[in-house]
């Protein structure tokens, strides 16, 4: 938000701070300042290398050479159409300055005139921004003839003095402008680009930093002072005396009425009505600080109800009465600004219906949800709640008669609805941000005194306000200890309540402790410990952050709980880690379509608000995440990621089931390519295999098999796909992604390997951390290679083996597949590395004894012959 320090000015005396002096406070107080841009206002100066604090641009005003000046006639340029001369005094001396601003064009050949015009005038010499190029680019003004007519200074436009972009006309100053007056001295400024955080809202505007100010700096926030009456205006109720301008007509309570059907979504609804309006400019001075501000100034009812919103921080929104009035279906009254028959114009608050349409002001027709807040009236749709009038009810020239409304929403609701809609504002801003209801009647009040200020308009008695849903404003109690334990400062009660009093809470203190209330503009204050921590918040920034000391927490620590699921997980990741597998992550949402590449889900938990149509629903399957980061990365010479999360299983009327999962991707060359690395192979079955057989040995598991996976694994490649199982408990699948599914994806040539576990059955196996003591005795190693039917596993045969040899059999490992016609069709040769520990040194015969043994038993179940 930006905001001018001329504006700040009218609330809060600023003497003795330096622009960077109040950036620094606001950033220190969590407003932070993101830049300063200077528009007239000296820029600080800096020698020996030193930097600008806070990001700075702008320009400096110099005050001999830029002063207000007025123009008293404009004559026709003798040998230009579109040039004029001006008769100009600058306070000292008349001159005669050379112009083409077409803003005062149709004055040409007119005469004196009557009022003389306030400008911006500009000396020979000044350096200004030059207002014919694109962008901001410095100028000198140099003594020049154009057209046969000497030119050596001009009057200036917006962009030349660094005030907007706007460069079609001069600027046109208030009446009251002092001739001769340093144009600095009266109007320079410098703009304030503040981050505006949500836990700030209420901050969104220049009564709202004023106070921060003053709080922080410990001086008075001023009351507002009318313009036309000279009379001070209280900043929170808007009472201005008895010089305030109103109506003697009808109240507004007898021409309109106001229906809340959900107080949910519209807590409060004011209504406020001006009369006899005109439309037209409003004074320069509020039109430099709306664009200073990072606004367009249109007409004076537009800029009243800008500048009310950024002065007070409620958006406000202006209905012509008249076309209320008109669309009221019973047959004309006899007096304008009348409802027929009496009859009162019904103001209605609620959700629209699916399908139905507004035109907007933007010109553009918005198909509605039943999400979306309407403000209507009995024929129909007005506006769109907090975010964008309606097109029929806009105000336009011929407006008369205002009727102003401003409100309070639901701000979740409020965010939605400008995001669905596309329609970021200044007012959804602040709306879906949380603006407290009580801020609306003070909106409203000084909108239409802005409104009468500004047009002579009527101001009609009274207001029309329903308020179903009052916020509650929370007492909060805090102790000298509290402050003592959290914030490690020594406060008394008296001090703490009279930091708290700067921001406006309501303080009594009673020995050493103090009741705050929370004042009626802040919704971001809690109750109960929530609430005591927001309060000390508060003590913490007027404190100041930075006057806080260093020190030691001096409470016992908490308990160390640990968390083992956590802890499991942090170690697989580690082990994975080690393997060379890289870990990912990756978004949790998907859609369908994304899934059913890999494999297809009937059901899903649907997100309501998704950021995306390709993010609308929350995954199935862990590995199609996966997958999806493989492809994105696919031209990478070698790929191996894992990712350990959640997938979400609907469970009806209830949350979702979200068991974890374990997603292992391999692809491309085994080996990069180096210089010492002619040829590599690319990862197959066996890769994946031997890094699952690791992760499982760190996890300190045992009983591991593998067999033939079942029909759920349609992925995989029949094949090249097995299934892990822990003491016969199934825990994943792994193997080579089928080609039907890889050609769905934009994979190079390389197989896909892939594996999938369940993480909680994994993680529920118990481990073995079984010690076996070294022997004293040598082991006697041996080899066997024996010929079996085709269709007999290996692992059956490993299982024998260890079971005939018992404990004298310690390691048995298969080293060699071997088939050839030589040994018959249909067969294949397995040779196997036998490992003998006995608790003595054993003898050929013994060992002998057991490969009998372990031959015959093989014989018997499997049909195996010891090859020769």
Same mark, same amino acid.
């Given at each position: 938000?930006?905001?001018?320090?001329?504006?700040l000015?009218?609330?809060?005396?600023?003497?003795?701070?330096?622009?960077?002096?109040?950036?620094?406070?606001?950033?220190? #107080?969590?407003?932070?300042?993101?830049e300063?841009?200077?528009?007239?206002?000296?820029?600080?100066?800096?020698?020996?290398?030193?930097?600008?604090?806070?990001?700075?641009?702008?320009?400096?005003?110099?005050?001999?050479?830029?002063?207000?000046?007025?123009?008293?006639?404009?004559?026709?340029?003798?040998?230009?159409?579109?040039?004029?001369?001006?008769?100009?005094?600058?306070?000292?001396?008349?001159?005669?300055?050379?112009?083409?601003?077409?803003?005062?064009?149709?004055?040409?050949?007119?005469?004196?005139?009557?009022?003389?015009?306030?400008?911006?005038?500009?000396?020979?010499?000044?350096?200004?921004?030059?207002?014919h190029?694109?962008?901001?680019?410095?100028?000198?003004?140099?003594?020049?003839?154009?057209?046969?007519?000497?030119?050596?200074?001009?009057?200036?436009?917006?962009?030349?003095?660094?005030?907007?972009?706007?460069?079609?006309?001069?600027?046109?100053?208030?009446?009251?402008?002092?001739?001769?007056?340093?144009?600095?001295d009266?109007?320079?400024?410098?703009?304030?680009?503040?981050?505006?955080?949500p836990?700030?809202?209420?901050?969104?505007?220049?009564?709202?930093?004023?106070?921060?100010?003053?709080?922080?700096?410990?001086?008075?926030?001023?009351?507002?002072?009318n313009?036309?009456?000279?009379?001070q205006?209280?900043?929170?109720?808007?009472?201005?005396?008895?010089?305030?301008?109103?109506?003697?007509?009808?109240?507004?309570?007898?021409?309109?009425?106001?229906?809340?059907?959900?107080?949910?979504?519209?807590?409060?609804?004011?209504?406020?009505l001006?009369?006899?309006?005109?439309?037209?400019?409003?004074?320069?001075?509020?039109?430099?600080?709306?664009?200073?501000?990072?606004?367009?100034?249109?007409?004076?009812?537009?800029?009243?109800?800008?500048?009310?919103?950024?002065?007070?921080?409620?958006?406000?929104?202006?209905?012509?009465?008249?076309?209320?009035?008109?669309?009221?279906?019973?047959?004309?009254?006899?007096?304008?600004?009348?409802?027929?028959?009496?009859?009162?114009?019904?103001?209605?608050?609620?959700a629209?219906?699916?399908?139905?349409?507004l035109?907007?002001?933007?010109?553009?027709?918005?198909?509605?949800?039943?999400?979306?807040?309407?403000?209507?009236?009995?024929?129909?749709?007005?506006?769109?709640a907090?975010?964008?009038?309606?097109?029929?009810?806009?105000?336009?020239?011929?407006?008369?008669?205002?009727?102003?409304?401003?409100?309070?929403?639901?701000?979740?609701?409020?965010?939605?609805?400008?995001?669905?809609?596309?329609?970021?504002?200044?007012?959804?801003?602040?709306?879906?941000?949380?603006?407290?209801?009580?801020?609306?009647?003070?909106?409203?009040?000084?909108?239409?005194?802005?409104? #009468?200020?500004?047009?002579g308009?009527?101001?009609?008695?009274?207001?029309?306000?329903?308020?179903?849903?009052?916020?509650?404003?929370?007492?909060?109690?805090?102790?000298?200890?509290?402050?003592?334990?959290?914030?490690?400062?020594?406060?008394?009660?008296?001090?703490? #309540?009279?930091l708290?009093?700067?921001?406006?809470?309501?303080?009594?203190?009673?020995?050493?402790?103090?009741?705050?209330?929370?004042?009626?503009?802040?919704?971001?204050?809690?109750?109960?410990?929530?609430?005591?921590?927001?309060?000390?918040?508060?003590?913490?920034?007027?404190?100041?952050?930075?006057?806080?000391?260093?020190?030691?927490?001096?409470?016992?620590?908490?308990?160390?709980?640990?968390?083992?699921?956590?802890?499991w997980?942090?170690h697989?990741?580690?082990?994975l880690?080690?393997?060379?597998?890289?870990?990912?992550?990756?978004?949790?949402?998907?859609s369908?379509?994304?899934?059913?590449?890999?494999?297809?889900?009937?059901?899903?938990?649907?997100?309501?608000?998704?950021?995306?149509?390709?993010?609308?629903?929350?995954?199935?399957?862990?590995?199609?995440?996966?997958?999806?980061?493989?492809?994105?990365?696919?031209?990478?010479?070698?790929?191996?990621?894992?990712?350990?999360?959640?997938?979400?299983?609907?469970?009806?009327?209830?949350?979702?089931?979200?068991?974890?999962?374990?997603?292992?991707?391999?692809?491309?060359?085994?080996?990069?390519?180096?210089?010492?690395?002619?040829?590599?192979?690319?990862?197959?079955?066996?890769d994946?295999?031997?890094?699952?057989?690791?992760?499982?040995?760190?996890?300190?598991?045992?009983g591991?098999?593998?067999?033939?996976?079942?029909?759920?694994?349609?992925?995989?490649?029949?094949?090249?796909?097995?299934?892990?199982?822990?003491?016969?408990?199934?825990?994943?699948?792994?193997?080579?992604?089928?080609?039907?599914v890889?050609?769905?994806?934009?994979?190079?040539?390389?197989?896909?390997?892939?594996?999938?576990?369940?993480?909680?059955?994994?993680?529920?196996?118990?481990?073995?951390?079984?010690?076996?003591?070294?022997?004293?005795?040598?082991?006697?190693?041996?080899?066997?290679?024996?010929?079996?039917?085709?269709?007999? #596993?290996?692992?059956?045969?490993?299982?024998?083996?260890?079971?005939?040899?018992?404990?004298?059999?310690?390691?048995?490992?298969?080293?060699?597949?071997?088939?050839?016609?030589?040994?018959?069709?249909?067969?294949?040769?397995?040779?196997?590395s036998?490992?003998?520990?006995?608790?003595?040194?054993?003898?050929?015969?013994?060992?002998?004894?057991?490969?009998?043994?372990?031959?015959?038993?093989?014989?018997?179940?499997?049909?195996?012959?010891?090859?020769?």
């Amino acid at each position: 938000m930006k905001i001018p320090i001329s504006w700040l000015r009218d609330y809060i005396d600023l003497n003795g701070l330096s622009v960077e002096d109040i950036a620094r406070k606001l950033t220190l #107080a969590g407003l932070e300042v993101d830049e300063i841009k200077y528009a007239g206002l000296a820029m600080p100066e800096y020698k020996n290398g030193e930097k600008h604090e806070f990001k700075t641009s702008g320009i400096a005003w110099d005050k001999e050479k830029l002063v207000v000046a007025e123009i008293r006639e404009v004559k026709e340029h003798p040998n230009a159409d579109r040039l004029t001369l001006l008769d100009l005094f600058d306070g000292k001396e008349n001159q005669t300055v050379l112009t083409g601003a077409p803003n005062i064009f149709h004055l040409k050949g007119t005469g004196k005139l009557a009022k003389p015009i306030k400008a911006a005038y500009a000396k020979e010499g000044t350096t200004l921004y030059d207002g014919h190029v694109e962008g901001l680019e410095l100028m000198t003004l140099k003594r020049t003839k154009i057209r046969g007519v000497e030119s050596y200074s001009m009057v200036c436009s917006e962009k030349e003095l660094g005030i907007s972009e706007e460069h079609e006309g001069i600027i046109l100053l208030d009446d009251d402008a002092p001739v001769g007056t340093p144009l600095a001295d009266y109007m320079g400024d410098a703009v304030l680009d503040i981050s505006i955080v949500p836990n700030m809202a209420r901050n969104a505007n220049v009564i709202g930093i004023a106070r921060e100010l003053a709080a922080l700096t410990g001086r008075e926030l001023r009351k507002r002072v009318n313009r036309e009456t000279g009379r001070q205006v209280d900043k929170e109720t808007g009472k201005q005396g008895k010089n305030a301008v109103r109506s003697t007509q009808q109240s507004v309570t007898q021409l309109v009425e106001i229906e809340i059907t959900n107080p949910e979504l519209n807590p409060r609804f004011v209504a406020g009505l001006i009369r006899d309006i005109e439309i037209k400019p409003s004074p320069y001075h509020i039109q430099r600080r709306l664009r200073l501000a990072g606004m367009r100034p249109i007409n004076y009812i537009v800029v009243a109800t800008n500048y009310a919103m950024l002065d007070i921080g409620n958006p406000l929104h202006a209905f012509d009465y008249d076309v209320l009035v008109g669309r009221i279906a019973n047959p004309p009254g006899e007096r304008d600004n009348i409802p027929p028959h009496g009859k009162k114009i019904k103001i209605i608050t609620r959700a629209a219906k699916g399908g139905e349409k507004l035109t907007t002001l933007d010109g553009k027709e918005r198909v509605l949800t039943s999400e979306n807040v309407l403000v209507c009236d009995e024929s129909g749709p007005l506006a769109m709640a907090g975010v964008m009038g309606g097109a029929e009810s806009e105000v336009t020239d011929k407006t008369r008669t205002i009727l102003l409304e401003g409100a309070a929403w639901n701000f979740i609701n409020i965010r939605k609805t400008a995001k669905q809609h596309n329609l970021p504002s200044e007012a959804s801003f602040r709306f879906s941000r949380g603006v407290h209801p009580a801020m609306a009647e003070q909106g409203v009040k000084r909108g239409l005194e802005l409104m #009468a200020e500004w047009s002579g308009g009527q101001i009609a008695p009274d207001l029309v306000d329903v308020y179903p849903l009052k916020p509650k404003d929370p007492t909060i109690t805090v102790t000298t200890k509290d402050v003592k334990r959290l914030l490690g400062i020594d406060l008394t009660a008296k001090q703490i #309540a009279e930091l708290l009093t700067r921001l406006e809470f309501e303080c009594k203190v009673e020995k050493d402790s103090v009741k705050a209330k929370t004042p009626p503009h802040r919704l971001d204050i809690g109750e109960g410990v929530v609430g005591l921590a927001d309060v000390l918040e508060e003590v913490a920034r007027v404190y100041g952050y930075d006057r806080i000391p260093e020190m030691r927490m001096s409470d016992s620590l908490p308990p160390q709980v640990g968390n083992p699921q956590h802890e499991w997980e942090e170690h697989a990741r580690d082990i994975l880690t080690s393997l060379g597998v890289q870990e990912v992550v990756s978004y949790r949402m998907t859609s369908p379509e994304r899934e059913s590449r890999l494999i297809s889900f009937d059901d899903y938990v649907a997100l309501a608000n998704p950021i995306a149509p390709e993010r609308r629903v929350m995954r199935r399957s862990l590995l199609a995440s996966l997958l999806e980061n493989v492809e994105k990365n696919a031209r990478a010479e070698s790929i191996s990621m894992f990712e350990i999360g959640s997938v979400f299983e609907p469970n009806k009327n209830n949350l979702p089931n979200e068991p974890r999962k374990l997603a292992i991707a391999m692809t491309g060359l085994r080996t990069q390519t180096a210089w010492d690395v002619k040829d590599s192979a690319s990862f197959d079955f066996y890769d994946m295999k031997g890094r699952l057989e690791l992760l499982l040995s760190g996890l300190r598991l045992s009983g591991i098999s593998y067999n033939t996976p079942t029909d759920s694994s349609l992925f995989l490649h029949p094949g090249k796909s097995a299934q892990v199982s822990v003491n016969g408990q199934t825990v994943g699948v792994f193997g080579e992604l089928h080609p039907l599914v890889k050609e769905k994806y934009d994979f190079e040539d390389s197989p896909v390997i892939v594996a999938e576990f369940d993480l909680d059955t994994l993680r529920n196996l118990q481990p073995t951390y079984g010690v076996t003591p070294v022997s004293e005795f040598p082991p006697v190693l041996e080899d066997i290679a024996i010929i079996v039917d085709e269709s007999v #596993a290996a692992e059956r045969v490993e299982s024998l083996i260890k079971q005939t040899g018992g404990k004298i059999v310690t390691r048995v490992r298969l080293f060699d597949v071997y088939r050839d016609e030589k040994i018959g069709a249909g067969k294949k040769s397995l040779a196997y590395s036998l490992t003998y520990q006995s608790e003595k040194t054993m003898t050929d015969a013994e060992a002998a004894t057991i490969r009998t043994k372990i031959v015959k038993r093989l014989e018997h179940e499997v049909g195996a012959k010891l090859r020769s």
